[in-house]
C-alpha cells in the first residue's frame, strides 16, 4: 500500500483538490 504514495500520486492528489476548489469557488460566487 505505502508504494501506491509516490510523487506523481501526490502531485495528482493536490492538483485534484486545487481543480476542486477552484470549482466549487467559482461555483459559490
Known sequence: MY???T???A???VIG???LR???VA???
Open 11 to 13: 502531485a495528482v492528489v
Open 22 to 24: 477552484d470549482h466549487f
Open 27 to 29: 461555483a459559490t460566487k
Open 3 to 5: 508504494l501506491l504514495f
Open 7 to 9: 510523487p506523481a500520486m
Open 17 to 19: 483538490v486545487i481543480q
